[in-house]
């Protein structure tokens, strides 16, 4: 499974700002479709999480209200919609992904980190 994001970017505090994420190859397993991100000098963090067969999420406090996860119909592709966004907020962001099956929070393949950047 090869993941892609697309949708970083400069935008100003208070902003929206729109991420997608492409999964390619045997995406058919993938239960969990996330988020994570990490800011200069920091650990890599959770943001957000959409499990495909409860078509439930899960968000980071920081983040709650503000973000929105989402799944593109029934393809094997996902948004995170960023509002109101924070200098706080800037990073890189990692599209993620974990497989039907035992494991999880522990993510089994990574996008490359698409850079989003607030500027206050």
């Known amino acids: 499974v090869q993941l892609k994001e697309s949708g970083g970017g400069l935008v100003q505090a208070g902003g929206s700002l729109r991420l997608s994420c492409t999964a390619s190859?045997?995406?058919?397993?993938?239960?969990?479709m996330g988020w994570f991100r990490q800011a200069p000098g920091k650990a890599r963090e959770f943001v957000a999480d959409?499990?495909?067969?409860?078509?439930?999420?899960y968000y980071a406090d920081s983040v709650k209200g503000r973000f929105t996860i989402s799944r593109d119909g029934d393809r094997f592709a996902w948004f995170l919609q960023m509002n109101n966004v924070k200098p706080e907020d800037t990073g890189v962001y990692f599209c993620?992904?974990?497989?039907?099956?035992?494991?999880?929070?522990?993510?089994?393949?990574w996008g490359q980190g698409t850079q989003v950047t607030v500027s206050s």
């Open positions: 993620t992904a974990h497989e039907d099956g035992p494991g999880w929070p522990n993510y089994d393949y």
């Open positions: 190859g045997e995406s058919f397993r993938i239960e969990h």
């Open positions: 959409f499990r495909r067969d409860r078509a439930s999420t």
